[in-house]
């Protein structure tokens, strides 16, 4: 498996941990996957994951290889879960120095 497709899918799987999807969350990854290059059959592909009970089996080792990919992917990360507001401002997690 591709770690493009790894990281995708771990975002589709994060947004389905609460059990729903919000309009935020889908089109966060909308223009997410847009912005990527993905093919629109790609897209709707994906999106139409968001919708299903099942998440991905994850392949984690095909972003082993690429550490540039893993701080992409939690940056999308956190931004992903920020977009329902349920995380908390980070400048109320982390001090400033």
Known sequence: ????????????????????????????????????????????????????????TLDYEALAAKPEEIVGLLTKMVALVRCDDELPSPRNCISRR
């Open 1 to 56: 498996m591709h770690s493009t497709e790894s990281k995708w899918q771990i975002l589709i799987n994060l947004v389905k941990i609460d059990g729903k999807v919000t309009p935020e969350e889908q089109t966060f990854l909308s223009q997410a996957f847009q912005e990527s290059g993905l093919s629109d059959q790609q897209v709707r592909i994906l999106l139409a994951a968001l919708h299903t009970n099942t998440n991905f």
